[in-house]
């Protein structure tokens, strides 16, 4: 009778080891802390229908994504922290990555105008010799009519 409990016990094991190598959800890509210069996120996993993503740890408001049934690729997040997670048969653990933003500002000295050359809004402010001012907020690809004047310099600087 020991010998059947025994063997009982052993073909249980191998069948949770064996469902959790073949079953259980694998993430692959962004990995766990990562930080991306892009916007477009293209996740890798396996074993796996959907993927969450939230902006807190706990899920509290996860944006569910079927890749497969959206017959997309990759995925476009603003600036900011994310966690995710894939979920098939059973979820997956927990990842997190951060998506970093480009903040960058163009001077044409001979238009006249500022430019938003990043992927976020920024604050412009302008110095002059008697100090700096807030100018403008602009949003990306959005160009702002400027008096070039000598000693001004424009600085531009994410905005939230």
């Known amino acids: 009778m020991s010998k059947i409990i ?17 079953f ?5 890509y962004p990995n766990n802390g990562e930080i991306l210069n892009r916007q477009d996120v293209e996740f890798k996993f396996r074993n796996a229908n959907v993927i969450l993503v939230d902006e807190t740890p706990d899920f509290s408001s996860p944006k569910k994504i ?27 653990e927990v990842r997190e990555f951060v998506v970093s933003s480009n903040v960058g500002l163009e001077l044409d000295e001979e238009n006249k ?4 050359v990043g992927d976020s809004k920024i604050n412009v402010t302008k110095e002059t010799s008697k100090g700096i001012e807030g100018l403008v907020i602009l949003d990306v690809e959005v160009e702002y ?3 070039a004047e000598n000693g001004t310099k424009y600085r531009g600087e994410q905005n939230g």
């Open 6 to 22: 025994i063997a009982l016990q052993l073909i249980f094991v191998l069948s949770v080891f064996s469902f959790v190598i073949f």
């Open 24 to 28: 259980a959800p694998s993430l692959e």
């Open 66 to 92: 079927n890749l497969d049934e959206l017959n997309i690729s990759k995925v476009f997040f603003e600036p900011g922290k994310y966690y995710w997670k894939a979920v098939g048969l059973i979820e997956s």
């Open 113 to 116: 105008t500022i430019k938003n």
């Open 145 to 147: 009519p400027i008096e």
